[in-house]
């Protein structure tokens, strides 16, 4: 079963916000143990919304799930050993500081592989871990322009915008898990760990395959075009009477059924769009006349209408009606968590679909130290010692405890 095909590993996740907090969670989602290391005070992820859950960003509760968590002061050297400790039986480290940082805190890929050759340490930054834009810092939004993906995004005469969900930061932690898997595989067969370098630069190229491959292949830069795919038509949202609904019916059977249903049939020999390219360089033409007649019926009458024709077509949906699909309902992908204080915590779940991963609890992300004291329990710490440290400031464990 996926939500125990990582049992018995454990993952130290020095992480925060978004891209590695996200892996982490994949990872415990697949049955690993992993201890969300924060400072006392509780990562920068917490506070940011709106979206609140509690006294919690929305964006910590999604990210953050399965996960025990622990709050130690690594700035201070007995939170450092705790660290170390807590390394010492690990099988996979995560982090995302700037580059330098955990060398500077004696906890750096090559202090750790040389004591442990079999460890698999993830690095997540923004540009990577060399090269000349190593040190400079950098979130979602920020490698969404300079990746070039803010460039494709909004319409031509208009500013340019960002996907509103972070969809590098998520790219960037699955790209993370790849890698952490092919090690897992790897060090099945010799036994050795190693240094895997993950950075949102280059999870935001990933993303980018067709359209950069297009301009690195003829040099011409990708006009942005709203809804509409650029090497496609119609493959766009179209205005009805109530909404908006995306039509792709730019396969040859299709849009002459298109054209059939909608009841503009010369428009199938039309020299302007008797294929998918003359559609794009005539789209504005192609645009104006279908939109002539999507504006006379509603969405649900016009997805009736298409699916009958078996043209691909959905509704430019909402939230609110994402969370009712039945599909989604179907392939299991609403996560709830019943969280102690808060009650049920609802969130998308692991994307793919076995039955037996969301069947299974789902454990509510952690409040601040809340398993501090468990996990150094768990490392060999007794009460005395745990007390003590808590007193010194270098960890923090919740009341709860």
């Not at 125990?4 to 925060?16: R, S």
């Not at 322009?145 to 932690?173: F, N």
């Not at 949102?200 to 509409?228: H, I, K, M, W």
């Not at 709830?336 to 969301?358: E, K, Q, W």
Request: proline residues 6%; aromatic residues 4%.
């Amino acid at each position: 079963m996926l939500n125990h095909a990582l049992d018995g590993l454990t993952v130290i996740d020095f992480t925060q916000i978004a891209a590695g907090p996200i892996s982490t969670m994949l990872l415990a989602d697949m049955g690993a143990r992993v201890i969300k290391v924060e400072p006392p005070g509780g990562e920068l992820g917490r506070g940011l919304g709106p979206g609140w859950i509690g006294g919690d960003s929305a964006l910590f509760h999604a990210f953050n799930r399965n996960k025990d968590g622990i709050a130690l002061d690594l700035k201070a050297p007995e939170g450092v050993a705790v660290a170390r400790r807590l390394i010492a039986g690990a099988d996979i480290v995560v982090e995302s500081m700037r580059p330098g940082v955990m060398d500077r805190l004696g906890l750096g890929h090559a202090q750790l592989l040389a004591d442990r050759p079999a460890l698999i340490y993830c690095s997540i930054s923004a540009y990577g871990q060399s090269g000349p834009y190593a040190d400079r810092a950098g979130v979602d939004g920020i490698l969404q322009a300079d990746s070039g993906l803010m460039s494709l995004i909004g319409t031509a005469d208009g500013e340019p915008c960002k996907v509103q969900s972070p969809v590098v930061d998520v790219m960037t932690g699955y790209v993370a898990v790849m890698g952490i898997l092919a090690r897992l595989a790897q060090r099945q067969r010799d036994g050795r760990g190693g240094h895997l370098d993950v950075n949102l630069l280059n999870a935001a190229l990933a993303l980018q395959q067709s359209a950069l491959t297009g301009y690195l292949s003829d040099g011409q830069l990708p006009v942005r075009s709203g809804s509409a795919a650029p090497y496609s038509a119609p493959n766009q949202a179209f205005r009805t009477a109530d909404g908006w609904i995306m039509v792709a019916a730019y396969m040859p059977d299709r849009w002459r059924r298109l054209c059939q249903t909608l009841g503009l049939p010369a428009l199938i020999d039309d020299p302007r769009f008797t294929t998918s390219p003359l559609r794009v360089a005539n789209r504005d033409a192609m645009v104006d006349a279908l939109t002539h007649v999507f504006v006379t019926r509603t969405t649900a009458q016009w997805l009736s209408v298409l699916r009958d024709a078996d043209i691909l077509c959905a509704r430019v949906a909402t939230y609110a009606d994402v969370a009712d699909h039945p599909q989604v309902a179907a392939n299991g992908m609403i996560a709830t968590a019943l969280h102690p204080a808060l009650g049920a915590i609802r969130m998308p779940g692991f994307p793919v679909c076995s039955r037996d991963i969301n069947a299974g609890p789902v454990r509510p992300a952690p409040a601040c130290g809340e398993h501090t004291a468990s996990v150094l329990r768990s490392v060999g710490y007794d009460e005395g010692q745990i007390a003590a440290l808590a007193a010194s400031g270098a960890i923090h464990c919740a009341a709860t405890q």
